[in-house]
Nanobody, 124 residues
Framework: QVQLVDAGGGLVQAGGSLRLSCAAS????????MAWFRQAPGKEREFVAV???????YYTDSVKGRFTISRDSAKNTVYLQMNRLKVEDTALYYC??????????????????WGQGTNLTVSS
C-alpha cells in the first residue's frame, strides 16, 4: 500500500521560512518523480515544484528563487524548502508521486499518488 505523508505546515509571517516534508512508503522511491502542488481556498490545485529521480527540478514561476525541492533517497522523503514566504503562498500543500516521463510530470493529472496535504498560512 502506497502512502505519502505530508508534514511541516503551519503559520508563519510573511518573509519567513518553512520546510515541508513528505515521507513515501510502499513504492520504489527511485522510480518516481516527486512533486508538490498547492490549493488555495476557492482555487484549483496548482503545480508548485517537481524533482525527477535523477534530480532535475522544475518550478512554477511564482516560487522560482524562493522555493527549493529536494529528495533524500535514503529516507524516501521529499522536501520543499520555502523562503521569503508571501501571503499569496497560503494554501494546502500536497505531495505527489508519478512515474510519468517528460514534461507531463508538471501536470496534476499525471500524478499516481497523493499525500493528505499540509496547511500553510502566511500572515502579513
Amino acid at each position: 500500500q502506497v502512502q505519502l505523508v505530508d508534514a511541516g505546515g503551519g503559520l508563519v509571517q510573511a518573509g519567513g521560512s518553512l520546510r515541508l516534508s513528505c515521507a513515501a512508503s510502499g513504492l520504489t522511491f527511485s522510480s518516481y518523480a516527486m512533486a508538490w502542488f498547492r490549493q488555495a481556498p476557492g482555487k484549483e490545485r496548482e503545480f508548485v515544484a517537481v524533482i525527477r529521480p535523477i534530480g532535475t527540478t522544475y518550478y512554477t514561476d511564482s516560487v522560482k528563487g524562493r522555493f527549493t525541492i529536494s529528495r533524500d533517497s535514503a529516507k524516501n522523503t521529499v522536501y520543499l524548502q520555502m523562503n521569503r514566504l508571501k501571503v499569496e503562498d497560503t494554501a494546502l500543500y500536497y505531495c505527489a508521486a508519478t512515474r510519468a516521463v517528460g514534461l507531463s510530470i508538471l501536470r496534476r493529472s499525471a500524478m499516481d499518488y497523493w499525500g493528505q496535504g499540509t496547511n500553510l498560512t502566511v500572515s502579513s
